[in-house]
């Protein structure tokens, strides 16, 4: 599987970021797909998932914030992240759920 994330960068807090997520070696549309984050000194953390139906869900941190959703022609996963705060600064990471080989992630910073 590969895994390419991109859209991060440096942002305001209270300002908005797209993450986008090209996956390619898998068949995609079937699988739960996941973004995580990885906070500086943090373990890596599951924050949003969708299934192949388009349900999502949020860890309680990003739920009204974020938004998570898929494109299966594109074989693309995104995320649509507003109100950004500095506690959200970290790497994030696209995999399919419970996915042990993991890409680059895109690298988000958030000002106060």
């Known amino acids: 599987v590969q895994l390419q994330a991109s859209g991060g960068g440096l942002v305001q807090a209270g300002g908005s970021l797209r993450l986008s997520c090209k996956v390619s070696g898998i068949n995609f549309r079937i699988f739960l797909m996941a973004w995580y984050r990885q906070a500086p000194g943090m373990p890596r953390e599951l924050i949003a998932q969708i299934t192949s139906g388009h349900s999502t869900n949020y860890t309680d941190s990003v739920k009204g914030r974020f938004t998570i959703s898929r494109d299966n022609v594109r074989r693309t996963v995104f995320l649509q992240m507003n109100d950004l705060k500095p506690e959200d600064t970290g790497v994030y990471y696209c995999?399919?759920?419970?996915?042990?080989?993991w890409g680059r992630g895109t690298l988000v910073t958030v000002s106060s």
């Open positions: 995999n399919k759920l419970g996915g042990t080989t």
